[in-house]
């Protein structure tokens, strides 16, 4: 089963309205990542935050990581059309290394 | 610097076919891994290759393989195709093996290759 899930599977907000997604994993994890997919395209990585930090931002990005509640959230900031995409969470699990990727949330601003 | 490349990319074959995807990583960079991405499944874990050397493996069936050459160019095959293997199969380079030192090395994905088997 997926080890990380995403919530909600799907959001459609107003440009310059903040959208907040989440990332739920089951297993101990070394970081989470979040990574955005412009339809049917590769990924681009947007933050990683470590199993020791609690918040972390990046421009109108900011991340938190709760591990004792083994969730994490992304909040985007005054959203814009181009932040139409998908976001996915990815664990990187600290028994194997393995990087696990979430469902993803699929982001829609509306102009 | 040029971005992960992957050929080709879209493709279509027949059931019980085999195919052969290509990525070349950026350059520098030694690590190459492999996801399958469907509607259904998301993103799946097939492989991670580090100095031509296979490191970590999904659960795929072995009709899956792959390689890594001495340029750090990978190849991933599917024998026997099944309608199921239709996808997108993207590629990610980085400099080392995301996953170690906590997977603190950023992964740089490809545009992948959309795969459909009739």
């Known amino acids: 089963s997926q080890q990380g899930e995403e919530d909600p599977q799907a959001l459609s907000i107003q440009e310059g309205e903040n959208a907040t997604m989440n990332c739920s994993y089951k297993?101990?994890?070394?970081?989470l990542q979040w990574y955005r997919q412009n339809s049917g395209r590769g990924l681009v990585h947007l933050i990683l935050i470590r199993s020791n930090e609690r918040e972390k931002h990046s421009g109108r990005l900011r991340v938190t990581l709760d591990t004792s509640k083994k969730s994490s959230s992304l909040l985007i900031t005054a959203s814009r059309a181009a932040d139409t995409a998908s976001y996915f969470c990815?664990?990187?699990?600290?028994?194997?290394?393995?990087?696990?990727f979430g469902k993803g949330t699929r982001l829609h601003i509306l102009p | 610097k040029a971005g992960v490349t992957q050929t080709p990319r879209y493709l279509i074959k027949t059931r019980g076919q085999q195919v052969t995807l290509s990525c070349s990583p950026i350059s520098g960079h030694r690590s190459v891994s492999w996801y399958q991405q469907t509607p259904g499944q998301g993103l799946q874990f097939l492989f991670e290759y580090f100095s031509e050397t296979q490191r970590n493996k999904g659960n795929f069936p072995g009709r899956f393989s792959g390689r890594q050459f001495s340029n750090s160019r990978s190849e991933m095959n599917v024998s026997t195709l099944e309608l199921g293997d239709s996808a997108l199969y993207l590629c990610?380079?980085?400099?080392?093996?995301?996953?170690?030192?906590?997977?603190?090395?950023?992964?740089?994905f490809g545009p992948g290759t959309r795969l459909t088997v009739l």
């Open positions: 297993t101990s994890i070394n970081n």
């Open positions: 990815a664990t990187v699990l600290n028994r194997d290394d393995k990087i696990i």
């Open positions: 990610a380079s980085s400099l080392e093996l995301p996953g170690l030192a906590g997977g603190t090395d950023t992964q740089y």
